[in-house]
């Protein structure tokens, strides 16, 4: 998502360090805090890195690791200005505390592509700072100048008389010096680590399984709760008999909620039984007609109303309305689940002492941790939340439903009850990515080049509710990302944004604002190249002069393509840009498309300038799994709605991209200097557009809504 903070313009000026009592350990951290921040008590010390007596490293994970590959990234970092081996570091989950851990925003979550571009040079800062007083100390010791002594591999060595001594001996020493006013960062030139492919540190883990999910959470005594909430968007729980239920095996008590029923058992196959055999009634509310077709009638109709302007150059509007030969469009983006492969899941204790312990796994722990506390009635110092791997984000967990509904219903058990959301359960309440209408115009001149344009977008701001503040007088950055700095050479550009919150509860889907409009815009842009009758890639490169970065990241990706080639019948190849997130990534797609309307991908080639790489093999996993689950949507992803419940309930009706239906991907990383951006959700937002162009090159229709549908795209 788009925020208010861009890289390099916080002040880096809080550093804290304290040194253990006794056996001492070296405690460092950089991080840009303001406000109430900067005023942290030495209990609660924004201490990255502890350096331990024992040559130990621990390395304290201000974001979680939800697959993206953060707990790779940031280690290497350290460890590249440190001087250890990566292998050396030892990971630690934060635990919730948003005051020591949520700065810059004063919020402790991880999303938006933002984790790398926060955390490069704060973690940087605090690997050089613990290897520049790691230095002085053993300078100091030996009686020699500092920077007649170097730190390699965990040690620190004086060359010239052959002495070395391992940090650890260090530590005690230098917790007592004051650390330099200037830190000496290193060329990126002489980096060992970053930039360099680097195995994952969680790979065994997972390999072989010794990783904790939030669903591995265990306890003694532990039950098990699964959950039916009202079908019905907005209905209420008006009865339930629960007699059958009881006496089946292992169920041990049903837990009514104001929305939706629990039913508590020995294990998930008996909560699920009973849960079957309960008899509910429920108040469906005023929802209980809503339609797909309403959402998407609002949302057009929506266009019509004035909207907060996030970008007004020149007169776009005068231009357009003066020019009768305009090209205009209408774009639909369908509301979509996150189908996260972990499904929502939370153990909850609530204990006789007034306190309460959580296992789960959340984009905003601390978030998780308060919100829960307010339903147990407890003060959140009360509440302790184990934060564990993520086995899927894609924004679905910067949301706290399920830890507060775990929590109400532990608050009527005795003893550790674990939450689990069926797949059902988990697709039809999802938090789902809202339906938007999209307007497009633009004014075309002799030589075919847009002189005018204007987009105008209509649709839930998820901003507002998550983040208030991160409104700009009004305006819900996230909803126009991508469209406030749409590359091209544009003289007339207008982007809009007019907020239509509907009764459908949406929230962040990976690739955010960007992922849905520039989907738009590039498809768009395919349509201003075929009515200037000129080629798509020769279109955009003509019209990116102040944009050199996008020009090359579409020279790349086009050339790898074999762009221009002749493709057989029903075979296309799209082209598509996306720049967000401080990222540039152009996409090409192959498809070819069937008599009967079946899409088939064959290959995506994708060019990122994503600035200074610090993992390449993480970069480019990041790029194959943001580009599956964007061919995921465009192919096949739609929730729809049916007097006022999710029709879709499993991956049966919701499906997602199998192995046999993934393309080839090929990834080139372009090289660049530049600050770091975002690359977590990129490869979902330039990927849409781009196979939209590639069905239109195959088979002459302009896809507007997705998904593709077959009956559509047939052979006439």
Not at 33 to 50: M, P
Not at 110 to 120: A, K, N, Q, V
Not at 593 to 604: L, N
Request: glycine share 10%; hydrophobic share 45%; with cysteine.
């Amino acid at each position: 998502m788009n925020t208010p903070y861009a890289p390099g313009t916080v002040s880096r000026r809080s550093f804290l360090k304290v040194a253990a009592a006794a056996g001492g350990s070296l405690m460092v951290g950089f991080w840009p805090v303001e406000g109430e921040a900067a005023a942290a008590t030495a209990a609660d010390l924004n201490a990255f890195i502890a350096i331990g007596a024992d040559d130990s490293i621990v390395l304290t994970m201000p974001k979680v690791e939800m697959g993206q590959g953060t707990y790779t990234s940031i280690p290497m970092l350290i460890a590249e200005e440190l001087e250890v081996d990566l292998d050396k570091i030892q990971l630690r989950h934060a635990p919730p505390n948003a005051k020591v851990y949520g700065a810059p925003f004063g919020d402790q979550f991880t999303g938006g592509s933002l984790t790398i571009r926060l955390m490069y040079e704060p973690m940087r800062q605090t690997g050089a700072a613990a290897r520049m007083v790691l230095v002085q100390a053993a300078a100091n010791e030996w009686k020699v100048p500092a920077d007649s002594c170097r730190a390699e591999h965990g040690e620190v060595v004086h060359a010239a008389s052959g002495r070395r001594v391992k940090y650890g001996k260090l530590v005690a020493a230098a917790s007592q010096i004051a650390v330099p006013e200037k830190i000496a960062l290193k060329d990126p030139k002489d980096f060992k680590l970053v930039g360099k492919p680097a195995k994952r540190l969680d790979a065994k883990g997972k390999t072989d399984g010794s990783a904790m999910f939030g669903i591995d959470a265990q306890a003694k005594g532990l039950k098990v709760a699964v959950v039916a909430a009202s079908p019905v968007i907005g209905g209420k729980l008006k009865s339930v008999n629960d007699a059958k239920a009881r006496k089946l095996r292992g169920v041990r008590q049903v837990v009514k909620l104001d929305n939706a029923v629990a039913v508590v058992a020995d294990n998930y196959w008996y909560a699920k039984q009973g849960l079957a055999a309960l008899d509910i009634v429920w108040d469906e509310g005023k929802y209980a007609r809503l339609t797909t077709d309403d959402v998407r009638n609002t949302m057009v109709a929506a266009l019509k109303k004035p909207g907060h302007i996030a970008r007004n150059d020149g007169d776009a509007s005068k231009a357009l309305a003066a020019d009768g030969k305009r090209v205009e469009a209408l774009y639909i983006n369908p509301m979509l689940a996150h189908a996260t492969m972990e499904p929502m899941n939370c153990t909850v204790h609530v204990k006789g002492d007034g306190t309460a312990e959580i296992w789960t796994g959340s984009q905003v722990p601390a978030r998780a941790r308060d919100d829960a506390a307010k339903v147990l009635g407890l003060a959140p110092e009360k509440v302790t939340l184990h934060n564990h791997y993520i086995g899927g984000g894609f924004g679905r967990r910067l949301y706290t439903d399920y830890v507060t509904q775990a929590a109400a219903v532990a608050k009527q058990v005795k003893g550790p009850v674990k939450l689990v959301w069926s797949r059902e359960e988990d697709i039809q309440h999802c938090l789902f990515r809202g339906l938007y209408a999209h307007s497009v115009s633009a004014s075309l001149d002799a030589q075919g080049k847009p002189v005018a344009f204007s987009h105008k977008i209509a649709g839930p701001s998820n901003l507002a509710a998550f983040a208030p503040g991160w409104l700009k007088d009004g305006l819900d950055i996230d909803n126009v990302e991508g469209s406030d700095i749409f590359s091209y050479d544009i003289p007339n550009m207008r982007s809009e944004y007019t907020q239509e919150d509907g009764p459908v509860p949406t929230a962040f889907w990976r690739g955010v604002g960007p992922t849905r409009n520039m989907t738009v815009l590039e498809s768009f842009m395919d349509e201003l190249a075929l009515k200037a009758g000129q080629d798509p890639l020769a279109y955009r490169l003509s019209l990116l002069s102040k944009q050199p970065r996008a020009a090359e990241v579409l020279k790349v990706a086009a050339q790898k393509a074999g762009w221009g080639e002749k493709l057989p019948a029903r075979s296309g190849r799209g082209i598509a840009l996306m720049r967000a997130w401080g990222t540039y990534l152009a996409q090409v797609v192959d498809v070819t498309v069937s008599d009967d309307g079946e899409v088939a991908v064959k290959r995506v080639v994708c060019a990122v300038d994503c600035g200074q790489v610090v993992n390449p093999d993480t970069v480019v996993a990041q790029i194959q799994s943001g580009i599956n689950y964007g061919l995921t949507a465009g192919l096949f992803g739609v929730i729809t709605l049916k007097d006022g419940r999710v029709e879709q309930s499993n991956f049966h009706d919701y499906p997602i991209l199998r192995m046999s239906q993934a393309p080839k991907i090929d990834v080139v990383l372009v090289q660049s200097s530049e600050a770091p951006g975002g690359i977590g959700e990129p490869g979902t937002a330039g990927v849409g557009a781009a196979l939209t162009n590639a069905v239109f090159a195959a088979t002459g229709v302009r896809v507007r809504e997705m998904p593709l549908r077959a009956e559509l795209l047939k052979k006439v």
